[in-house]
């Protein structure tokens, strides 16, 4: 890897640093990068799904996740990790990351992390192939493609800075103060820098100078290197020893800060935890001297740095670079109070999940119900015995006659004359934990149970200790003689065409000891569609949080909804019809004992 992130480089930010994620967002959008720099967010205290940023004009939203596993799992291409973690923290969300796998770099902002430790962390990510930015730095970047974080300031300073396109330079330093100072006086004095990384303060770094230093000598946007170090370690004399045996061959500037501690009789320990001499050879003055004798470009003072690195740029005759043209950051960004991630009406076609309705909505699309059901509730593309299974469901629950208490409130309320919405929403507002919400019950019980190794009959008991008849459970008028069709015809469908049906087959085990205590206790067809619904859900490779939460969310209920609707609609037309008179219910049908109120 010549090159250590490019325009399609995508990371997972560990902790929700609005105000350093705002700026790489700002960032990608005047280099005009195709995809935001930020895959998702882990905030292990965060409640919502996702956080909005501003991206241009526009604002975008940005998943959450609770831990980093999540988040890698579902953004797998995200390849590093920006580790804004506590010093408490930051060694064991290291660790994880590194035990995960998939992470080409990981950068570390905090300051502190013990050094056996950082030794430790240090170890396995070299031994894994991992670069280290830090403990103890603001990041690193590759102007034009991706920045980490707060590298460069506010967008102004970093187009000022020529940040915003490569430039010839490859920057490596210890100190993330001075990052942005050299970048301006790169800038100022030259054509910018192609790659920049300051490798953090303390003294136990992940990634140090000649690794750094290497990969930018095979980077061909690389020109010639800028090295700023420190008093303290002699991590500087690796460089030196490249240099001169020809591992490093393109010009190298060299300057070690510090040079001021030879005016102190004590030892001086500067800013960086790394930045004290244990010995001569690690003062600024020996190893600015030893870089000169090297062949590095040493100035005499800091205050010449500026005029070595115009004269070393300008011996090199290189082409002026092209400039891009930037997107302007808008004057004012609007937050949006509404979102919607299953359909777009902006274009000339309205979409479902990014399909337009019309690749969906005649007979010669081969798509049905099922398939926009799929897309427009859970955003995926099921496969045909799923989309079949989900028009199968939504069939068998359609209508049941007049008499359940849906379809009779809808009735009711045609008969008050009111219109067709109205006397449908009567009808809905009767599905609940009585009436259609077996379904969600039957599916959370019998999937705890099984998830949790109970047998049938540790089941029952469970069950009746929770002080609830079973959901799912039970017929006022079907039995094991006289079954229902509906189910035979929904387990007939899953054993033809579902992969396996684990749920199914537990329930009907349970079935077996309700039905010898009574017969008409058989896996109703409220149970068998919530059963079923889970068994689909992980066939098509759903995660045990996320059916939970289809589950939580009343989302086997929305099926049922979303059948009876086309029989409460029916009877409504039914009713409006025949023209049916105000409905009175009589008076022989109704116990009235009414008592003489007392008086107080």
């Not at 409905?583 to 049908?589: G, I, N, S």
Request: one cysteine or more; aromatic letters at 10%; glycine letters at 8%.
């Amino acid at each position: 890897m010549n090159v250590l992130y490019t325009k399609d480089t995508q990371a997972i930010f560990w902790n929700n640093n609005q105000s350093a994620i705002q700026r790489m967002f700002d960032y990608d959008y005047v280099i005009g990068r195709e995809k935001p720099s930020v895959a998702c967010i882990v905030s292990p205290t965060a409640t919502d799904k996702f956080d909005k940023f501003f991206y241009g004009p526009d604002e975008i939203m940005v998943p959450l996740f609770r831990n980093t596993a999540e988040a890698k799992k579902r953004f797998p291409k995200a390849d590093v990790l920006l580790n804004f973690a506590s010093f408490r923290t930051a060694y064991d969300v290291t660790i994880e990351a590194l035990e995960l796998g998939g992470f080409s770099s990981i950068m570390i902002t905090a300051e502190g992390i013990p050094e056996r430790l950082a030794r430790k962390m240090n170890a396995i990510a070299k031994s894994k192939n991992v670069t280290i930015i830090g403990p103890a730095t603001v990041g690193a970047i590759v102007p034009g493609a991706f920045k980490i974080a707060n590298v460069g300031g506010i967008i102004e300073n970093i187009i000022n800075s020529k940040l915003h396109r490569a430039g010839s330079c490859g920057l490596v330093t210890r100190s993330g103060g001075l990052f942005n100072e050299l970048s301006n006086i790169i800038s100022i004095n030259a054509d910018g820098i192609a790659e920049g990384v300051a490798i953090g303060g303390d003294r136990f770094v992940g990634s140090v100078f000649i690794e750094n230093m290497l990969r930018m000598e095979s980077n061909p946007q690389v020109k010639y290197l800028v090295l700023l170090g420190e008093v303290g370690g002699t991590e500087e004399y690796k460089v030196i020893e490249a240099v001169k045996n020809g591992q490093i061959t393109k010009p190298v500037i060299g300057w070690c800060i510090g040079t001021i501690a030879q005016h102190f009789s004590t030892g001086v320990q500067f800013g960086h935890a790394g930045a004290s001499a244990n010995a001569d050879r690690e003062t600024a003055i020996a190893k600015n001297k030893a870089m000169a004798e090297a062949g590095i470009h040493v100035p005499t003072s800091f205050n010449d740095l500026p005029k070595v690195i115009k004269d070393v740029y300008l011996s090199l005759n290189i082409s002026p670079v092209v400039e891009p043209k930037l997107k302007e950051m808008p004057k004012s960004q609007k937050k949006k109070n509404f979102v919607c991630t299953i359909s777009d009406d902006r274009g000339d076609e309205a979409t479902y999940a990014g399909f337009p309705i019309s690749s969906l909505a005649t007979p010669e699309t081969g798509k049905g119900i099922g398939d926009v059901i799929s897309l427009l509730w859970f955003k995926k593309q099921y496969p045909k015995w799923a989309t079949d299974f989900i028009e199968t469901v939504i069939k068998t629950v359609a209508d049941h006659g007049p008499a359940v208490s849906g379809a009779h409130n809808a009735k009711v309320t045609a008969r008050a004359g009111k219109s067709v919405v109205e006397s449908l929403v009567t009808g809905l507002l009767t599905i609940g934990p009585r009436f259609g919400g077996a379904i969600d019950d039957a599916a959370k019980y019998f999937k705890y149970g099984f998830d949790n190794n109970l047998s049938p009959k540790e089941f029952l008991e469970y069950m009746k200790k929770q002080g609830i008849p079973i959901p799912g459970i039970g017929h006022r008028i079907k039995s094991l003689k006289n079954p229902d069709k509906r189910v035979e015809g929904l387990k007939k469908f899953a054993s033809k065409y579902f992969p396996q049906t684990p749920l199914l087959k537990y329930a009907l085990e349970i079935e077996q000891l309700t039905t010898s205590k009574k017969e008409n206790l058989i896996l109703n067809v409220d149970g068998t569609i919530g059963i079923l619904m889970v068994d689909m859900w992980r066939a098509l490779g759903y995660g045990e949080e996320e059916i939970n939460e289809f589950i939580a969310s009343g989302t086997l209920n929305a099926f049922f909804i979303a059948g009876r609707t086309i029989g409460f609609i029916g009877h409504v037309l039914d009713e409006k019809r025949l023209q049916m008179p105000m409905y009175r219910h009589p008076f022989d049908d109704i116990i009235y004992d009414v008592q003489m109120a007392d008086e107080i």
